[in-house]
């Protein structure tokens, strides 16, 4: 579920800096969203994040 199944967008990994800069690992979480929407002339519950439904990738299903 963490990964948008129009463009393939996932977690992605780093470091956090505290203020004594003791380096520790941290993820950025993309918005991923439920969405009903037409998958191949079906309506089809997926996994997209909010810039492909924004940016109308996605047709959704009513």
Known sequence: MAKCDICGKGVG???KYSH?????????KPNIQPVK????GTPKKIYV?????RSGKVERAI
Request: with cysteine.
């Open 13 to 15: 990994f780093g470091k």
């Open 37 to 40: 929407a037409i998958v191949d």
């Open 49 to 53: 994040c909010t810039r492909c439904l």
């Open 20 to 28: 004594s800069h003791i380096r520790t690992n941290r993820q950025w």
